[in-house]
């Protein structure tokens, strides 16, 4: 689930002092230095980095450590969506040769022999960047309004028109801009403090409705989630659309204006500001201008389906920028648990998107569902890198 700009090249231009003298003129001394730099000139920024670079097998920190074979479900459900293509279609005939279960060393051996590494890098050349933690929210919610069903979850809203961007350039095949009509003019889509100010005005079927709305809120934030409803029974909504405005950090929020410290801005620590603030509760919510609308999914033993298409599973699913990382693709991540330095180092499957996850070092660890997986996404803010294994022949960007 879980809502991309163009990088342009500025060339520095180097100019010649006006009036300067010609050869014939005043001719140099014969011994005179030329001067390494024009004087006056600013030294040009350094290109941005290419986002994949070659890396070695023994590159990756806790490769040969980890129990590949777990990552092995994941990588079959990435074959069934993206198998058939070219580039793919040899490494995942080969991983179905293998069967579900192949031994942690027979899964070593595949993605050695069938694929080559790359290492993640940002575009100041930095090589580590923020690893956050996701969940499937469980929330008490409703089909009916009531005295305690009072917040909507909505579907998509029928006056917002989306606008695929791929065919206006190539850079901009994963940009989607999203708006409404005013006149004959696209103006940008309602905020989500628009949204909530028009109430039962706003032009969009209400799906259900839920218990608590910290709790919506963070299912929105998550992108899907189970709705435990009034006679015990559950149901899967999912990520339909968004109201196109960027993320913004409640919890950042709340820091900037001295309510919490850093270390207190945790989700556990932004639902106890909010109960002991309910007059403050929508001023908060606001903060983060950009709006999740829904869709019912069918509600399955598997976890819920990601951008890939397929479902995620828990501890070998991320979310990634589809922009550096191609969706699909393993990924091996090194970084810590939550609030530790004890570390993580894992075979993952770039199997999810997300309006937050921007950049090539950034991924956003799916945990599973219910509680205990919210306890360890809502700790989550550590500091990682990224290999991204291709299969051999491919190129970065194909």
Same mark, same amino acid.
């Given at each position: 689930?879980? +809502?991309?700009?163009?990088?342009?090249?500025?060339?520095?231009?180097?100019?010649?002092?006006?009036?300067?003298?010609?050869?014939?003129?005043?001719?140099?001394?014969?011994? $005179?230095?030329?001067?390494?730099?024009c004087p006056g000139a600013?030294?040009?920024?350094?290109?941005?980095?290419?986002?994949?670079?070659?890396?070695?097998?023994?590159?990756?920190?806790g490769w040969s450590a980890?129990?590949?074979?777990?990552?092995?479900?994941?990588?079959?459900?990435?074959?069934?969506?993206?198998?058939?293509?070219?580039?793919?279609?040899?490494? $995942?005939?080969?991983?179905?040769?293998?069967?579900?279960?192949? @031994?942690?060393?027979?899964?070593?051996?595949?993605?050695?022999?069938?694929?080559?590494?790359?290492?993640?890098?940002?575009?100041?050349?930095?090589?580590?960047?923020?690893?956050?933690?996701?969940?499937?929210?469980?929330?008490?919610?409703?089909?009916?309004?009531?005295?305690?069903?009072?917040?909507? &979850?909505?579907?998509?809203?029928?006056?917002?028109?989306?606008?695929?961007?791929?065919?206006?350039?190539?850079?901009?095949?994963h940009l989607r801009l999203?708006?409404?009509?005013?006149?004959?003019?696209? &103006?940008?889509?309602?905020?989500?403090?628009?949204?909530?100010?028009?109430?039962?005005?706003?032009?969009?079927?209400?799906?259900?409705?839920?218990?608590?709305?910290?709790?919506?809120?963070?299912?929105?934030?998550?992108?899907?989630?189970?709705?435990?409803?009034?006679?015990?029974?559950?149901?899967?909504?999912?990520?339909?659309?968004?109201?196109?405005?960027?993320?913004?950090?409640?919890?950042?929020?709340?820091?900037?204006?001295?309510?919490?410290?850093?270390?207190?801005?945790?989700?556990?620590?932004?639902?106890?500001?909010?109960?002991?603030?309910?007059?403050?509760?929508?001023?908060?919510?606001?903060?983060?201008? @950009?709006?999740?609308?829904?869709?019912?999914?069918?509600?399955?033993?598997?976890?819920?389906?990601?951008?890939?298409?397929?479902?995620?599973?828990?501890?070998?699913?991320?979310?990634?920028?589809?922009?550096?990382?191609?969706?699909?693709? +393993?990924?091996?991540?090194?970084?810590?648990?939550?609030?530790?330095?004890?570390?993580?180092?894992?075979?993952?499957?770039?199997?999810?998107?997300?309006?937050?996850?921007?950049?090539?070092?950034?991924?956003?660890?799916?945990?599973?569902?219910?509680?205990?997986?919210?306890?360890?996404?809502?700790?989550?803010?550590?500091?990682?890198?990224?290999?991204?294994?291709?299969?051999?022949?491919?190129?970065?960007?194909?």
């Amino acid at each position: 689930m879980k +809502p991309v700009s163009v990088r342009v090249l500025l060339t520095a231009l180097l100019l010649f002092p006006a009036g300067a003298a010609t050869a014939d003129q005043c001719p140099p001394p014969p011994a $005179c230095p030329v001067c390494p730099v024009c004087p006056g000139a600013e030294t040009p920024e350094p290109p941005p980095a290419e986002p994949l670079q070659p890396a070695r097998w023994n590159d990756l920190p806790g490769w040969s450590a980890d129990r590949h074979a777990e990552a092995w479900p994941a990588l079959l459900r990435t074959c069934s969506a993206i198998g058939r293509r070219p580039e793919w279609r040899e490494v $995942c005939d080969a991983a179905r040769a293998l069967g579900d279960t192949p @031994s942690n060393r027979q899964a070593r051996r595949y993605f050695e022999k069938h694929f080559t590494p790359w290492q993640a890098v940002n575009a100041d050349h930095g090589r580590e960047g923020m690893v956050t933690g996701y969940y499937e929210p469980v929330i008490d919610g409703s089909r009916r309004p009531g005295e305690r069903y009072r917040w909507p &979850v909505y579907g998509p809203p029928t006056d917002m028109i989306s606008v695929e961007l791929a065919g206006q350039h190539p850079d901009l095949r994963h940009l989607r801009l999203r708006g409404r009509l005013v006149g004959n003019r696209l &103006v940008p889509y309602w905020s989500r403090a628009e949204i909530a100010a028009m109430g039962e005005a706003f032009p969009a079927e209400v799906l259900f409705w839920a218990a608590d709305p910290i709790d919506l809120f963070f299912l929105q934030v998550q992108g899907s989630g189970q709705l435990r409803l009034e006679d015990g029974s559950r149901v899967r909504i999912g990520y339909a659309e968004h109201n196109g405005h960027p993320y913004a950090s409640i919890g950042r929020w709340l820091v900037e204006r001295g309510e919490l410290a850093l270390e207190q801005a945790s989700m556990q620590g932004i639902r106890e500001w909010a109960r002991n603030h309910p007059a403050r509760l929508q001023e908060l919510l606001n903060a983060n201008p @950009s709006y999740v609308f829904f869709r019912e999914l069918p509600l399955t033993d598997d976890g819920p389906v990601g951008a890939l298409g397929v479902p995620l599973t828990a501890g070998r699913s991320i979310a990634t920028d589809p922009r550096y990382i191609p969706l699909g693709a +393993p990924v091996f991540l090194a970084t810590t648990h939550p609030l530790s330095e004890r570390p993580l180092q894992r075979l993952m499957l770039a199997q999810d998107t997300g309006s937050a996850i921007k950049g090539a070092v950034r991924a956003d660890f799916y945990w599973g569902s219910g509680p205990e997986a919210g306890e360890q996404a809502g700790r989550m803010r550590q500091t990682g890198r990224m290999w991204v294994l291709l299969p051999k022949g491919m190129q970065p960007g194909q």
